[in-house]
């Protein structure tokens, strides 16, 4: 169990730093795109590779930033029922569902993105824009990187579920934000 609960830990603190970086690609997104407004009607300036770098940092915000928010419990959920059930019960549906359809959407994914990804990135792919940005490959990578980051922060919350189905309930899905700092370290146990 203590394996585990160093697992959920580590895949917590990797998680929360990539989100932490990532949330601040909308401030990059919001600046890009008021320098692209700025410019285009403040001076009748238009930059093609600017327009497709605000849009880019955009999309990696959600493309990085989904694990983060599995990993928060933030995607969306209808809890007619669950939101009534008991911590086990949540447990023992969520870890069926990441069994029965993450698992499986994440390794469809990861396996048809690979040979894009590395088509692209062979080829050294720039934008099919005239003036656009010159590594669209850049962007393809993101789609693998979502693959990793969303595994991983998938692999804590079947960890999680199980630490719950074995007792440990202080682990459940929506308890992590007020009892982040209660979860007993190794040793104190």
């Known amino acids: ?17 990539v989100g932490r970086i990532v949330q601040w690609f909308s401030v990059g997104t919001v600046l890009v795109c008021a320098a692209v407004v700025v410019l285009r009607y403040g001076f009748s300036i238009g930059f093609v590779w600017m327009q497709e770098l605000y849009v880019w940092i955009h999309a990696a915000v959600f493309i990085l930033g989904a694990g983060y928010v599995l990993m928060r419990d933030g995607h ?23 069994i029965v359809f993450l698992v499986p959407w994440l390794a469809l994914l990861g396996w048809t993105t690979w040979p894009f990804m590395i088509l692209s990135w062979e080829g050294r792919e720039p934008s099919d824009q005239l003036g656009g940005m010159p590594a669209l490959y850049l962007l393809k990578a993101c789609l693998m990187l979502f693959v990793v980051f969303m595994s991983l922060a998938m692999l804590a919350v079947m960890a999680r579920c199980i630490l719950v189905l074995l007792g440990r309930e202080e682990f459940l899905h929506g308890k992590r934000e007020e009892q982040v700092a209660e979860i007993p370290r190794p040793g104190s146990l």
């Not at 169990?1 to 730093?17: G, S, Y």
């Not at 209808?78 to 019960?89: E, G, L």
């Open 1 to 17: 169990m203590q394996a585990l609960i160093a697992f959920v830990r580590a895949a917590d603190a990797c998680t929360t730093t």
């Open 76 to 98: 969306v959920r209808v809890d007619i029922f669950y939101a009534q059930w008991r911590p086990r019960t949540k447990a023992a549906v969520e870890l069926v569902s990441s």
